[in-house]
Protein backbone atom coordinates (compact mmCIF):
# COMPACT_ATOMS: atom_id res chain seq x y z
CA UNK A 1 0.00 0.00 0.00
CA UNK A 2 2.57 2.14 0.82
CA UNK A 3 3.98 2.27 -2.83
CA UNK A 4 0.66 2.42 -3.97
CA UNK A 5 0.61 5.86 -1.70
CA UNK A 6 4.05 7.16 -2.87
CA UNK A 7 3.18 6.67 -7.04
CA UNK A 8 0.43 8.83 -6.30
CA UNK A 9 2.13 11.60 -4.71
CA UNK A 10 4.69 11.50 -7.76
CA UNK A 11 1.75 11.88 -10.28
CA UNK A 12 -0.04 14.56 -8.21
CA UNK A 13 3.61 16.26 -8.24
CA UNK A 14 4.21 15.78 -11.78
CA UNK A 15 0.45 17.19 -12.61
CA UNK A 16 1.49 20.72 -10.89
CA UNK A 17 5.17 21.17 -12.30
CA UNK A 18 4.40 24.04 -15.09
CA UNK A 19 4.75 22.52 -18.90
CA UNK A 20 8.44 23.77 -19.50
CA UNK A 21 9.81 22.13 -16.21
CA UNK A 22 13.21 20.20 -17.52
CA UNK A 23 13.71 22.48 -20.42
CA UNK A 24 16.96 24.72 -20.56
CA UNK A 25 15.74 26.71 -23.31
CA UNK A 26 13.22 29.70 -24.17
CA UNK A 27 11.27 29.09 -27.57
CA UNK A 28 11.30 32.40 -29.50
CA UNK A 29 7.91 34.01 -29.66
CA UNK A 30 6.26 34.40 -32.87
CA UNK A 31 4.67 37.08 -33.64
CA UNK A 32 1.23 36.03 -35.74
CA UNK A 33 -0.35 39.03 -37.90
CA UNK A 34 -3.73 39.01 -39.19
CA UNK A 35 -3.99 39.72 -42.83
CA UNK A 36 -5.95 43.00 -43.83
CA UNK A 37 -8.40 43.31 -46.17
CA UNK A 38 -6.29 45.88 -48.31
CA UNK A 39 -3.18 43.59 -48.35
CA UNK A 40 -4.45 41.34 -50.73
CA UNK A 41 -4.79 44.09 -53.25
CA UNK A 42 -1.96 45.85 -55.62
CA UNK A 43 -1.14 49.16 -54.56
CA UNK A 44 -4.05 51.79 -56.15
CA UNK A 45 -2.26 54.63 -58.41
CA UNK A 46 -3.73 57.04 -59.66
CA UNK A 47 -4.22 57.11 -63.79
CA UNK A 48 -2.33 60.10 -65.79
CA UNK A 49 -4.15 62.92 -67.02
CA UNK A 50 -5.69 62.30 -70.54
CA UNK A 51 -3.29 63.53 -73.31
CA UNK A 52 -4.58 66.00 -76.26
CA UNK A 53 -5.85 64.80 -79.11
CA UNK A 54 -3.17 64.76 -81.81
CA UNK A 55 -4.38 65.53 -85.74
CA UNK A 56 -4.54 62.05 -86.94
CA UNK A 57 -7.48 61.14 -84.07
CA UNK A 58 -11.20 60.20 -84.75
CA UNK A 59 -13.84 61.49 -82.40
CA UNK A 60 -15.88 58.57 -81.94
CA UNK A 61 -19.38 61.00 -80.75
CA UNK A 62 -19.19 62.55 -84.04
CA UNK A 63 -17.70 59.81 -86.14
CA UNK A 64 -19.98 57.88 -88.73
CA UNK A 65 -19.30 54.45 -89.58
CA UNK A 66 -19.59 53.35 -93.22
CA UNK A 67 -22.19 51.54 -94.26
CA UNK A 68 -21.33 47.61 -95.42
CA UNK A 69 -22.90 46.55 -98.00
CA UNK A 70 -23.88 43.17 -98.56
CA UNK A 71 -21.65 41.01 -101.31
CA UNK A 72 -21.40 42.61 -104.29
CA UNK A 73 -24.08 40.23 -106.86
CA UNK A 74 -24.76 39.75 -110.33
CA UNK A 75 -28.47 38.90 -111.49
CA UNK A 76 -29.81 35.82 -113.18
CA UNK A 77 -33.29 36.40 -113.06
CA UNK A 78 -35.86 34.08 -111.71
CA UNK A 79 -36.71 30.44 -112.05
CA UNK A 80 -38.39 27.27 -110.57
CA UNK A 81 -36.37 25.64 -108.46
CA UNK A 82 -36.61 22.29 -106.94
CA UNK A 83 -34.92 20.15 -104.33
CA UNK A 84 -32.86 16.87 -103.92
CA UNK A 85 -32.43 14.97 -100.46
CA UNK A 86 -32.26 11.87 -98.68
CA UNK A 87 -32.22 9.85 -101.88
CA UNK A 88 -28.94 10.94 -102.74
CA UNK A 89 -27.52 11.94 -99.53
CA UNK A 90 -23.75 10.35 -99.48
CA UNK A 91 -23.68 10.03 -103.43
CA UNK A 92 -20.62 11.84 -105.53
CA UNK A 93 -21.79 14.84 -107.09
CA UNK A 94 -20.55 16.21 -110.57
CA UNK A 95 -18.09 17.94 -108.73
CA UNK A 96 -16.72 15.02 -106.73
CA UNK A 97 -17.53 15.48 -103.58
CA UNK A 98 -20.29 13.61 -101.86
CA UNK A 99 -23.47 15.40 -101.59
CA UNK A 100 -25.02 16.22 -98.25
CA UNK A 101 -28.56 17.33 -97.72
CA UNK A 102 -27.98 19.36 -94.77
CA UNK A 103 -25.21 22.25 -96.33
CA UNK A 104 -26.05 24.80 -98.34
CA UNK A 105 -25.56 23.69 -101.89
CA UNK A 106 -27.30 23.19 -105.10
CA UNK A 107 -27.15 21.85 -108.54
CA UNK A 108 -27.41 24.40 -111.76
CA UNK A 109 -26.95 23.07 -115.66
CA UNK A 110 -23.85 25.89 -116.65
CA UNK A 111 -22.81 27.81 -113.13
CA UNK A 112 -19.05 27.31 -112.70
CA UNK A 113 -18.47 24.68 -109.60
CA UNK A 114 -18.00 26.89 -106.04
CA UNK A 115 -20.00 29.69 -107.26
CA UNK A 116 -21.80 31.16 -104.67
CA UNK A 117 -25.22 31.99 -106.02
CA UNK A 118 -28.18 34.13 -103.51
CA UNK A 119 -31.42 32.44 -103.93
CA UNK A 120 -34.18 34.07 -102.64
CA UNK A 121 -38.12 33.27 -102.45
CA UNK A 122 -40.17 36.05 -103.57
CA UNK A 123 -43.33 34.49 -101.92
CA UNK A 124 -42.10 34.10 -98.28
CA UNK A 125 -38.76 37.21 -98.61
CA UNK A 126 -36.13 34.73 -97.48
CA UNK A 127 -32.75 34.10 -99.02
CA UNK A 128 -30.01 31.65 -98.85
CA UNK A 129 -26.27 31.68 -100.11
CA UNK A 130 -25.71 28.19 -101.82
CA UNK A 131 -22.26 26.88 -103.72
CA UNK A 132 -22.75 25.10 -106.93
CA UNK A 133 -21.43 21.51 -106.40
CA UNK A 134 -23.49 19.35 -109.12
CA UNK A 135 -25.29 19.32 -112.24
CA UNK A 136 -28.68 19.65 -112.83
CA UNK A 137 -31.86 19.83 -112.64
CA UNK A 138 -33.09 17.00 -115.16
CA UNK A 139 -36.54 17.78 -115.45
CA UNK A 140 -37.45 20.26 -118.02
CA UNK A 141 -38.37 23.84 -116.97
CA UNK A 142 -36.68 23.44 -113.81
CA UNK A 143 -33.49 26.42 -113.10
CA UNK A 144 -32.03 24.92 -110.06
CA UNK A 145 -32.14 21.91 -107.55
CA UNK A 146 -31.18 22.83 -103.95
CA UNK A 147 -29.93 20.86 -101.06
CA UNK A 148 -33.17 20.06 -98.52
CA UNK A 149 -31.41 22.37 -95.85
CA UNK A 150 -31.01 25.36 -98.50
CA UNK A 151 -35.09 24.71 -99.78
CA UNK A 152 -36.15 24.44 -95.70
CA UNK A 153 -34.26 27.99 -95.22
CA UNK A 154 -36.55 29.48 -97.43
CA UNK A 155 -39.74 27.43 -97.49
CA UNK A 156 -39.97 25.34 -100.54
CA UNK A 157 -39.93 21.70 -98.75
CA UNK A 158 -43.26 21.67 -98.61
CA UNK A 159 -44.42 22.46 -102.02
CA UNK A 160 -41.53 20.70 -103.56
CA UNK A 161 -40.66 23.78 -105.75
CA UNK A 162 -41.11 27.22 -106.40
CA UNK A 163 -40.17 30.20 -107.93
CA UNK A 164 -36.97 32.14 -107.12
CA UNK A 165 -34.70 34.47 -108.27
CA UNK A 166 -30.90 33.83 -108.71
CA UNK A 167 -27.78 36.31 -108.32
CA UNK A 168 -24.78 35.20 -109.26
CA UNK A 169 -22.43 36.54 -105.71
CA UNK A 170 -19.09 38.41 -106.81
Request: net charge negative.
Amino acid sequence: MAKRAFRSVLFLAALALPGTAGHSEEPEAKVISEPTFEAHFAPYTELPDTPEAGPGVVDIDTFEPPIEEGPASTSLGSGVASYYGRRFHGRRTASGERFDMNAYTAAHKTLPFGSMVEVTNPRTGKSVIVRINDRGPFTPGRTIDLSRAAAEEIGLVRRGHGTVELALLD
